[in-house]
Nanobody, 116 residues
Protein backbone atom coordinates (compact mmCIF):
# COMPACT_ATOMS: atom_id res chain seq x y z
CA UNK A 1 0.00 0.00 0.00
CA UNK A 2 1.28 3.45 -0.92
CA UNK A 3 -0.06 6.65 0.61
CA UNK A 4 0.33 10.06 -1.02
CA UNK A 5 -0.49 12.99 1.23
CA UNK A 6 -0.98 16.60 0.20
CA UNK A 7 -2.48 19.86 1.36
CA UNK A 8 -0.19 21.17 4.06
CA UNK A 9 1.04 24.74 4.21
CA UNK A 10 1.21 27.96 6.17
CA UNK A 11 -1.95 29.48 7.56
CA UNK A 12 -2.80 32.13 10.13
CA UNK A 13 -4.39 31.28 13.43
CA UNK A 14 -8.12 30.76 12.95
CA UNK A 15 -7.68 29.69 9.36
CA UNK A 16 -8.45 26.43 7.60
CA UNK A 17 -6.64 23.78 5.61
CA UNK A 18 -7.65 20.49 4.06
CA UNK A 19 -5.31 17.54 3.88
CA UNK A 20 -5.79 14.70 1.42
CA UNK A 21 -4.31 11.22 1.35
CA UNK A 22 -4.73 8.90 -1.61
CA UNK A 23 -4.08 5.19 -1.17
CA UNK A 24 -2.94 2.85 -3.93
CA UNK A 25 -1.80 -0.74 -4.16
CA UNK A 26 -3.42 -3.48 -2.09
CA UNK A 27 -6.15 -1.19 -0.79
CA UNK A 28 -8.52 -4.07 -0.07
CA UNK A 29 -6.36 -4.98 2.90
CA UNK A 30 -7.03 -1.62 4.55
CA UNK A 31 -9.68 -0.98 7.17
CA UNK A 32 -8.87 2.15 9.14
CA UNK A 33 -7.28 5.24 7.68
CA UNK A 34 -6.31 8.30 9.59
CA UNK A 35 -3.98 11.13 10.38
CA UNK A 36 -1.26 11.45 12.97
CA UNK A 37 0.92 14.45 13.72
CA UNK A 38 4.30 15.08 15.22
CA UNK A 39 5.38 18.44 16.54
CA UNK A 40 9.06 19.27 17.14
CA UNK A 41 10.31 17.53 20.26
CA UNK A 42 7.10 15.60 20.75
CA UNK A 43 5.90 12.09 20.05
CA UNK A 44 3.68 11.26 17.12
CA UNK A 45 0.04 11.36 18.15
CA UNK A 46 -3.28 10.37 16.68
CA UNK A 47 -5.32 13.23 15.27
CA UNK A 48 -8.28 11.36 13.80
CA UNK A 49 -9.16 8.12 12.08
CA UNK A 50 -12.06 6.59 10.21
CA UNK A 51 -12.81 2.97 9.47
CA UNK A 52 -14.42 1.41 6.43
CA UNK A 53 -17.86 1.77 8.01
CA UNK A 54 -17.37 5.50 8.52
CA UNK A 55 -16.90 5.37 12.27
CA UNK A 56 -14.61 8.18 13.37
CA UNK A 57 -12.39 8.89 16.33
CA UNK A 58 -10.78 12.21 17.24
CA UNK A 59 -8.16 13.42 19.63
CA UNK A 60 -9.63 15.66 22.31
CA UNK A 61 -7.45 18.54 21.15
CA UNK A 62 -9.08 18.66 17.71
CA UNK A 63 -12.63 17.55 18.50
CA UNK A 64 -15.10 20.02 17.05
CA UNK A 65 -12.50 21.74 14.85
CA UNK A 66 -11.30 18.96 12.57
CA UNK A 67 -13.38 16.63 10.43
CA UNK A 68 -12.13 13.42 8.87
CA UNK A 69 -13.91 11.92 5.88
CA UNK A 70 -13.32 9.14 3.41
CA UNK A 71 -14.15 8.62 -0.24
CA UNK A 72 -13.94 4.87 -0.77
CA UNK A 73 -14.45 5.22 -4.53
CA UNK A 74 -11.31 7.36 -4.72
CA UNK A 75 -9.45 5.51 -1.95
CA UNK A 76 -8.85 8.89 -0.37
CA UNK A 77 -9.15 10.22 3.15
CA UNK A 78 -9.49 13.91 3.95
CA UNK A 79 -8.86 15.98 7.03
CA UNK A 80 -10.67 19.32 7.11
CA UNK A 81 -8.99 21.51 9.71
CA UNK A 82 -10.82 24.62 10.86
CA UNK A 83 -10.10 27.16 13.58
CA UNK A 84 -6.45 26.25 13.45
CA UNK A 85 -4.24 27.16 16.38
CA UNK A 86 -0.46 27.58 16.62
CA UNK A 87 -0.33 24.39 18.67
CA UNK A 88 -1.63 22.49 15.63
CA UNK A 89 1.71 23.14 13.94
CA UNK A 90 3.26 19.77 13.13
CA UNK A 91 4.10 17.34 10.39
CA UNK A 92 0.93 15.44 9.60
CA UNK A 93 1.20 11.81 8.52
CA UNK A 94 -1.41 9.76 6.77
CA UNK A 95 -1.85 6.25 8.11
CA UNK A 96 -3.59 3.13 6.87
CA UNK A 97 -4.05 -0.02 8.91
CA UNK A 98 -4.37 -3.54 7.53
CA UNK A 99 -5.90 -5.65 10.30
CA UNK A 100 -5.23 -9.08 8.77
CA UNK A 101 -1.48 -8.53 8.93
CA UNK A 102 -1.53 -5.87 11.69
CA UNK A 103 0.48 -3.68 9.31
CA UNK A 104 0.55 0.11 9.44
CA UNK A 105 1.39 2.06 6.32
CA UNK A 106 2.55 5.68 6.40
CA UNK A 107 2.54 8.55 3.98
CA UNK A 108 5.49 10.90 3.56
CA UNK A 109 4.23 13.60 5.92
CA UNK A 110 3.02 17.09 5.12
CA UNK A 111 3.94 20.16 7.16
CA UNK A 112 1.21 22.34 8.63
CA UNK A 113 2.35 25.63 10.13
CA UNK A 114 -0.08 27.89 11.95
CA UNK A 115 1.17 31.38 12.68
CA UNK A 116 -0.13 33.44 15.58
Amino acid sequence: VQLQASGGGLVQSGGSLRLSCAASGNIFSINTMGWYRQAPGKQRELVANINSYGTTDYADAVQGRFTISRDNAKNTVYLQMNSLKPEDTAVYYCNAHAPATTTDYWGQGTLVTVSS
